[in-house]
């Protein structure tokens, strides 16, 4: 059984939601990402989203642009993020990683390389966020045989028979984005996401993760009642950068960040 | 892992204008890599322009437009002093720069902002590098009764004044963008986020032959006409069809709009000509097919400027309308399949060939075209005296006085 699926198997018998942290990889720097992964997971987060910083993140606010700029400023690279996974994983065999990004790093390193050294640090899967199921099909068929699920994203306005088959193609959880709009957006509407939900949920049976415009504990609780799993990125990612000089005190903020929606998730009725 | 940088087989192509197929692919390139909210709009621009490009009523208004507006057909002119000197083949101008807002561009948003009216959107967004494409997409939002925002890098601004200037008296907003280099690729990057949050009632006019699948098509659809033209008014002048034809190539509109055309006239040998700045060794440049490598950015796959991890890599190109990491992915295929060849000429060498032609013909040429008018200088003189070659005059050269002022330390 894979990392995330033994990950939501264990929620699901307890009765609870996951919380899945995005922070970008080399932000603030190299050394204080691994720190951060695990005072996010001491702090309640059951699967990390590590950002690969890129040149253009078209998907991305101003936040999580930001945080990439920072990220590569410090030199990271590709081969900077598999060697954080690596370090994480000598301390953490358990909770999944999942790395989110765009598709440039990946086609310059080529599929099989990229997979082979995801797979061989830990990598547990892939959300790319400019790799739709229409262009994915020779992408999934190197991640398959190394176990690493591809996630896709379902937006408001994937319609009819392409959800369908994003349900179809789809493997470990699917991410619902909330909003028309780049991360760090603030207009998410409660009532329009369960809605959709449902509608996809009367379509697969695997977990819905919710992310884009969750800012605090109040939204994560409202959004944890009606899904299976919530995303934090662009609240976490301010909080690094206004921090990020004094690394025992971004310890402290994101640890008691993380702890409240733990919290909040954990008094869902 | 994908097969990229081989050369094609061509003799199993039967028709170089066969490309893109049902999911916008030119051979291994294009496609469309965007982010999920854009994928539903993108279908739905696709099913509006295969509907409306075939409609007789839509082609007719767009054709008004174009003559009775734009001002086509452009002329095609044989500039006999500039072929005399340079004592080889006859060469014809193409002459865009005479077009209304004074470039190619005009064709490509008066199709596209009659497409935006069909579809009911009444807000357009545009991304620019010069300034021509922000002014041709500010031109047809007034025409139309149209909002219309403009994104252009904050050091773009700075170097485009005059047109950004023309864009506000046009009614348009223009956003400066702050992001990463400041330049064309980032209001490209921030024009795809505005219309990622404002898809419902947004048209973006993407403003050449990149982006994702049907804009590739449809920018050089629109502008195809300028091949059209040309491949009649030759055939007209001299009775029979060019030897060679010569374009500048940045994001690729103007040129494929000229080729596309030709493209199975095989006798027709093609030109492309991206800037090579400082020289392409000097790793200062901006010619991607030359001296990049393939990848994705901006929703598709093409040849890029970019670092051993594939983050994208500043370009250097004297004329700002060439300033991108990228190019349409329809000539990384033509490339690939060897129909098309892909050539590079310098700053100073463009700036000679601006000096020489409007000195020579009395013609000012944009800094974009004058990388095609350099690359003309080098292969007329090989050429035999009935040879002819027509050049893609893209754009005239107002807009571009301050630059070449200022790199000859003069102030205006
Ligand atoms: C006059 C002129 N020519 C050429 C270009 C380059 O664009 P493209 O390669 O799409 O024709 C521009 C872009 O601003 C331009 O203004």
């Known amino acids: 059984m894979s990392r995330i699926e033994a990950c939501f198997n264990a929620l699901k018998n307890n009765n609870k939601k996951a919380l899945i942290p995005f922070i970008t990889a080399g932000d603030p720097s190299l050394n204080l990402t691994v720190e951060l992964m695990h005072v996010l997971v001491d702090a309640g987060a059951d699967i990390i989203e590590l950002g690969v910083p890129f040149s253009d993140p078209m998907a991305d606010g101003p936040v999580i642009q930001r945080a990439s700029e920072r990220a590569l400023h410090n030199g990271t690279n590709t081969d900077d993020v598999f060697n954080i996974v690596k370090e994480f994983r000598g301390k953490n065999e358990s909770t999944p990683v999942i790395l989110m990004g765009y598709m440039n790093p990946i086609e310059v390193m080529g599929y099989e390389q990229f997979v082979e050294k995801a797979a061989g640090v830990g990598v547990d899967g892939l959300i790319i966020v400019d790799l739709p199921p229409e262009e994915a099909a020779e992408l999934s068929a190197v991640l398959k045989p190394h176990g690493i699920d591809q996630i896709f994203l379902i937006s408001p306005t994937t319609r009819g028979e392409r959800l369908n088959r ?85 310890k402290a903020e994101v640890s008691s960040f993380i702890s409240s929606l733990r919290t909040a998730l954990d008094n869902i009725e | 892992m994908l097969e990229t940088n081989k050369k094609i087989d061509n003799s199993e192509i039967e028709s170089f204008k066969s490309m893109p197929d049902k999911r916008g692919h030119f051979g291994i390139y294009g496609g469309r890599f965007v982010s999920e909210t854009l994928m539903g709009p993108l279908e739905e621009l696709e099913q509006a322009y295969n509907k409306y490009s075939k409609d007789p009523d839509f082609i007719a208004e767009f054709e008004h437009d174009l003559k009775h507006y734009v001002g086509r057909p452009s002329p095609l002119y044989h500039a006999k002093r500039w072929s005399e000197q340079l ?206 490598k393939p990848g994705v950015l901006h ?18 190109c004297i004329s700002a309308g060439l300033d991108y990491p990228g190019v349409g992915p329809e000539h990384a295929w033509l490339k ?31 800094l974009e075209s004058s990388h095609a008018v ?25 807009k571009d006085i301050h630059t070449v002022a200022a790199h000859e330390g003069i102030t205006l």
Request: proline share 2%; with cysteine.
């Open chain 2, 87 to 292: 004592g080889g083949a006859q060469i014809y101008l193409k002459r865009e720069d005479l077009n209304h807002t004074g470039a190619h561009k005009i064709n490509n948003t008066v199709g596209q902002a009659l497409l935006a009216k069909l579809m009911g959107k009444r807000r357009i967004i545009a991304e620019t590098g010069a300034g021509q494409h922000g002014v041709a997409s500010a031109t047809v939002a007034a025409r139309y009764g149209m909002e219309c925002i403009v994104y252009m890098g904050a050091e773009d601004i700075q170097r485009q004044a005059m047109n950004v200037f023309r864009m506000k008296l046009l009614g348009a907003t223009v956003v400066a963008v702050e992001a990463g280099s400041r330049t064309l690729k980032d209001a490209l990057n921030e024009a795809m986020r505005d219309w990622v949050t404002n898809v419902d009632d947004t048209f973006y006019i993407i403003g050449t032959v990149a982006g994702p699948h049907p804009y590739p098509t449809m920018v050089r659809d629109f502008n195809a006409v300028v091949g059209r033209e040309a491949r009649q008014q030759c055939l007209d002048q001299t009775g029979r069809l060019p030897d060679s034809l010569v374009a500048c190539v940045g994001g690729g509109s103007n040129a494929i709009g000229l080729f596309h055309p030709f493209l199975d006239d095989k006798e027709v040998s093609i030109f492309g000509v991206e800037g090579a700045g400082d020289g392409i060794e000097t790793g200062r440049h901006a010619a991607p097919l030359n001296a990049g």
């Open chain 1, 166 to 250: 994003i349900c179809e193609v789809a493997s470990g959880f699917l991410y619902y984005v909330s909003l028309k709009g780049v991360t760090g957006s603030n207009q998410l509407d409660v009532k329009a996401v369960g809605d959709k939900l449902d509608e996809i949920r009367s379509k697969t049976s695997l977990p819905l993760g919710v992310g884009f415009g969750i800012k605090d504990a109040k939204i994560a609780q409202a959004v944890g009642t009606i899904s299976d799993a919530v995303v934090v990125g662009s609240a976490l990612v301010e909080r690094i950068a206004e921090h990020g000089e004094n690394s025992n005190k971004l």
């Open chain 2, 299 to 316: 929703g598709n796959r093409t040849y890029l400027m970019e670092d051993n991890y594939g983050q994208i890599i500043e370009t250097h």
């Open chain 2, 374 to 398: 350099a690359y003309t200088a080098k292969i007329a003189p090989e050429m035999d005296k009935d040879a002819i070659i027509i050049v893609n005059l893209s754009g005239r050269g107002d």
């Open chain 2, 336 to 366: 690939d399949t060897g129909r098309a060849n892909y050539v590079s000429v310098t700053d100073i060498e463009a700036l000679d060939a601006f000096h020489k032609l409007t000195r020579i013909e009395g013609i000012i040429p944009a």
